[in-house]
């Protein structure tokens, strides 16, 4: 999948008192716990998502899933891709990890998706028109800073 191909959808940030490595492993620590159990996984057989259960090595790498995502690349400390394709969209989502001085970590989440089609426009509207996705995604990265911090 060729992530700069897909349109841009949105970006959020927050700012984590702890370096990078740390803020790292909180990110990785939360995606499986906000991924984990039967919902997530349950949304994802209802949509048809290709990754449908967590599998692979933890930390994240490369090829790691879970419900709804694939890691296209793990750069520790510096960038996290997901990747995801259902019926009604292709998507990544993007967590990069920038040094703001003195110790500190910005976590920014970009949001990059494909809504092809009358159900994929009416699926956009329900999740992204709702302003549903940029609540999921900030209480990601509140819950990164929570456990990191």
């Given amino acids: 999948m060729e992530i700069a191909a897909l349109p841009h959808v ?27 159990g039967g919902r997530p996984a349950g949304y994802a057989r209802l949509v048809g998502c290709a990754d449908r259960t967590a599998s692979g090595p933890r930390p994240p790498a490369e090829g790691s899933t879970v419900p709804g995502f694939r ?22 989502l993007v967590f990069r990890l920038d040094a703001a001085g003195s110790g500190r970590t910005r976590l920014r989440a970009e949001t990059r998706a494909r809504f092809p089609g ?12 709702t302003g549903g996705h940029a609540v999921g995604v900030r209480r990601l990265l509140s819950a990164v800073r929570r456990r990191t911090e």
């Fill in 10 to 36: 949105d970006e959020h940030t927050t700012l984590v008192a702890a370096d990078a490595d740390a803020v790292w492993r909180g990110l990785g620590e939360v995606l499986d716990q906000a991924f984990s």
């Fill in 118 to 129: 009358p159900a994929g426009r009416l699926y956009r509207l329900l999740v992204i028109g």
């Fill in 71 to 92: 890691v296209a690349s793990a750069a520790p400390g510096r960038e996290l891709v997901l990747v995801g394709r259902h019926r009604f969209s292709t998507y990544a």
